[in-house]
């Protein structure tokens, strides 16, 4: 089996001295996993970081084998935030649920484009808020959709608000996430907006799926 694409490193681990296992999220495969030989040669290893984009080779024996993978930087993205830490925790959050929420080999390519609108995002004023609503269009790619005026009453709603209560008043969700026009949205806000998020992907898609809630997330959330 061979063929060539282009796509974004997801994860990298260790296999040998020289080699790692890699995932890439690619334009026409969607996920797929193999081993770059010589990983660790100042070729590779410089550009070898989560999130940055490649194009790259594939090549296996037969289509169960296990593959590897000849690579070349396509353009360098991650580097960029090395310096900030909260914007970094955020890519390596965004690549790991894209690993964790995806399948082998299942073409994607509303969730391929969503990628670079990530790297746009994280250049705005406002990009907390933007990732919020980045992460809900991910997980509606993926066959989850959630809306937030199924959970309160709209007559309720008033745009003086930042909470409205949900119909059993056990939760007060932010107004922003019901009406998305709030341009100014405060940190407090924020946080609880990205907890209720949390909580939709941990009780409506990890735990069905036996899938442990991601430590990168609680990384990210603790330095929001």
């Given at each position: 089996?061979?063929?060539?694409?282009?796509?974004?490193?997801?994860?990298?681990?260790?296999?040998?001295?020289?080699?790692?296992?890699?995932?890439?999220?690619?334009?026409?495969?969607?996920?797929?996993?193999?081993?770059?030989?010589?990983?660790?040669s100042s070729?590779?290893?410089?550009?070898?970081?989560?999130?940055?984009?490649?194009?790259?080779?594939?090549?296996?024996?037969?289509?169960n084998s296990?593959?590897?993978?000849?690579?070349?930087?396509?353009?360098?993205?991650?580097?960029?935030?090395?310096?900030?830490?909260?914007?970094?925790?955020?890519?390596?959050?965004?690549?790991?649920?894209?690993?964790?929420?995806?399948?082998?080999?299942?073409?994607?390519?509303?969730?391929?484009?969503?990628?670079?609108?990530?790297?746009?995002?994280?250049?705005?004023?406002d990009w907390?808020?933007?990732?919020?609503?980045?992460?809900?269009?991910?997980?509606?790619?993926?066959?989850?959709?959630?809306?937030?005026?199924?959970?309160?009453?709209?007559?309720?709603?008033?745009?003086?608000?930042?909470?409205?209560?949900?119909?059993?008043?056990?939760?007060?969700?932010?107004?922003?996430?019901?009406?998305?026009?709030?341009?100014?949205?405060?940190?407090?806000?924020?946080?609880?907006?990205?907890?209720?998020?949390?909580?939709?992907?941990?009780?409506?898609?990890?735990?069905?799926?036996?899938?442990?809630?991601?430590?990168?997330?609680?990384?990210?959330?603790?330095?929001?």
């Amino acid at each position: 089996m061979k063929f060539e694409d282009k796509g974004f490193l997801l994860n990298k681990n260790k296999f040998n001295e020289n080699s790692s296992i890699v995932e890439f999220f690619t334009e026409n495969k969607g996920k797929v996993s193999g081993i770059i030989y010589g990983a660790t040669s100042s070729k590779i290893k410089n550009f070898l970081f989560i999130g940055n984009h490649f194009t790259i080779q594939f090549n296996s024996k037969t289509q169960n084998s296990v593959g590897y993978f000849k690579v070349e930087i396509d353009k360098i993205f991650t580097p960029f935030f090395l310096d900030d830490k909260i914007k970094l925790n955020c890519i390596l959050y965004s690549f790991n649920l894209i690993k964790i929420l995806t399948v082998e080999n299942q073409l994607n390519l509303k969730i391929y484009n969503h990628i670079f609108k990530l790297y746009e995002l994280l250049n705005k004023d406002d990009w907390i808020k933007k990732f919020i609503f980045w992460e809900l269009e991910f997980i509606k790619y993926v066959g989850y959709d959630i809306n937030f005026k199924d959970y309160i009453d709209e007559k309720k709603i008033e745009t003086k608000s930042s909470y409205i209560s949900t119909l059993d008043g056990s939760k007060e969700i932010p107004i922003f996430l019901i009406e998305n026009n709030k341009e100014i949205v405060k940190r407090d806000e924020l946080k609880n907006g990205f907890k209720i998020v949390g909580d939709f992907l941990n009780k409506s898609i990890l735990i069905p799926n036996n899938i442990n809630y991601p430590i990168s997330r609680t990384e990210f959330f603790k330095l929001i």
